[in-house]
């Protein structure tokens, strides 16, 4: 009997282990293990083209599943024509003194034309204007109520070395289809395409991509390839997202590709074949960063992430799975390294917990830029973290400060002058004010905070009073004022010894 019931005993304590061990595996092995949206709970695209690499032509078309969550009935859908910014000149997302970086050879024509639209299977009646698509829904579409919007649409990428455009080796294909505008309690917004900073902001999608193109091109893209077969005399790729807020895709006959796993998201470096020993470094730190922040912050949840190496003037560039990395930085170790820790933070800060980027661009860029150092201090040890600080924030700042004033981090993209200023305000000035927090709090309770900030606002879009409750929540103290003052300080910030 004691036996027995010894025995018993031995067996529940040994289910609750068992179960307590599945527990933790899963929690922390899962990359999906966090509640994902309902494919009928967040708008769906389905996009299918072809493109042309002698033209520098696409052809596509669009099926958005689009379900109206906003709590209130709608007149119209706005949709952000992003590549109409490269109609002309003065409207090209390019600042005066990087006009030669953007257009080597000089202007280069790119746009978007839209040939059809249909609403459930109707023509509706639409009008572009700028970079903003406005759909008449005929009436009204109630709360809760579903529509299919289908626009037919021909893109042309100007010979450029940007997100959007072709040079050598590449074609970027980065804000390039017809994307939903968010629509929020200030309403629909349609902002421009600005010439600073990522003048981005959209919502949470799912993806379905079917892409025709020349068989000797290899694709890099948002998601995961799920097929790849010869079809019609072309490559046919089918390509399947998780949520993403946006789908970017660069293609070339050139890449070389290496891979490794973190956890279970397949890494993969894209690289040209003089850069093969970077090419390397290139996955090796994007690997380490996946695993850092994950364990940090919270699980990055897509099964895919693509380090790519562009022609790409302008260093690094966030999509959604997907980064684009200015191929000269392969020729340096560190910098390299650097931004690639950068764009990687993104997939957290842009990614999986969107902001306002013109609203708000520090939102994502300062918290990125300090979650960078988070990564130096953890792999080379505190000494040459705080080297790199100094090196790559903190001097820099103080050098640009010597010349000018960088004014307050917290402004809208519009208030700044140019990138020299943007860069200073928002990405040095922004990470030595979360230095500063640090040095306050802690680290550990900083990085709790980002971690609680995350799950909070996973795959939504958050602003600086989620990011001060989450602080504040943490560490039991209200900063609040504190934060804001340093946000808003037009000055340097009094640094704390
Ligand atoms: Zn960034």
Request: zero cysteines; charged letters at 50%; hydrophobic letters at 15%.
């Given at each position: 009997m004691k036996k027995r019931q010894l025995f018993f005993i031995s067996l529940i304590v040994i289910i609750l282990l068992f179960a307590l061990g599945c527990y933790f595996f899963f929690s922390s092995r899962q990359p999906g293990r966090e509640a994902l949206p309902s494919v009928n709970d967040i708008p769906r695209y389905e996009i299918e083209g072809e493109f042309f690499p002698d033209s520098g032509v696409f052809s596509g078309k669009e099926m958005v599943y689009y379900k109206n969550n906003e709590g209130e009935p709608l007149k119209e859908l706005f949709f952000h024509i992003y590549p109409n910014a490269f109609n002309k000149k003065e409207t090209a997302p390019f600042t005066a003194e990087e006009f030669e970086l953007a257009y080597p050879e000089g202007f280069s024509w790119g746009g978007i034309a839209i040939t059809k639209v249909l609403l459930d299977g109707v023509p509706a009646v639409f009008k572009t204007e700028g970079t903003i698509l406005a759909v008449n829904l005929n009436g009204e579409l109630n709360p809760d109520r579903e529509v299919k919007v289908y626009i037919e649409f021909k893109i042309k990428l100007p010979k450029s070395p940007g997100r959007f455009g072709y040079f050598k080796d590449t074609y970027n294909f980065g804000n390039w289809y017809p994307i939903l505008c968010v629509y929020d309690k200030e309403g629909w917004h349609k902002d421009p395409y600005y010439k600073i900073g990522d003048p981005f902001y959209s919502d949470i999608a799912y993806y379905n991509f079917t892409l025709y193109a020349p068989s000797e091109y290899i694709l890099a893209t948002t998601g995961e390839i799920v097929e790849q077969k010869e079809e019609r005399g072309k490559k046919k790729w089918v390509v399947k997202t998780g949520p993403v807020r946006d789908f970017a895709f660069v293609m070339s006959k050139e890449f070389k590709i290496k891979e490794a796993y973190a956890g279970k998201t397949r890494v993969i470096s894209y690289y040209f074949k003089e850069d093969e020993e970077n090419g390397k470094k290139a996955l090796e730190a994007a690997r380490k960063a996946i695993n850092y922040f994950s364990e940090a912050f919270g699980p990055y949840i897509y099964s895919t992430y693509s380090v790519v190496a562009a022609d790409f003037y302008m260093g690094g560039m966030e999509y959604p799975n997907l980064v684009l990395i200015?191929?000269?930085?392969?020729?340096d170790g560190l910098m390299l390294e650097y931004v690639i820790a950068h764009e990687t933070a993104h997939q957290w800060w842009y990614g999986m917990v969107g902001n306002d980027e013109i609203k708000e661009p520090w939102l994502d860029e300062a918290v990125t830029e300090y979650s960078t150092i988070l990564y130096f201090e953890k792999h080379y040890g505190k000494r040459q973290g705080s080297e790199i600080y100094e090196n790559f924030i903190l001097n820099p700042y103080k050098f640009y400060q010597m010349a000018r004033n960088t004014g307050p981090i917290m402004r809208h993209l519009s208030e700044f002058n140019d990138w020299r200023e943007y860069d200073a305000a928002v990405y040095k000035k922004g990470a030595i004010m979360l230095k500063e927090l640090e040095k306050r709090i802690s680290k550990p309770k900083m990085i709790k905070a980002l971690n609680v900030y995350y799950h909070r606002n996973f795959l939504r879009n958050s602003t600086v009073e989620e990011f001060i409750r989450a602080i504040n929540d943490t560490t039991g103290t209200d900063f609040r004022e504190l934060i804001f003052k340093m946000l808003r300080e037009e000055k340097e910030l009094n640094l704390a010894a």
């Open positions: 200015d191929r000269n930085l392969y020729k």
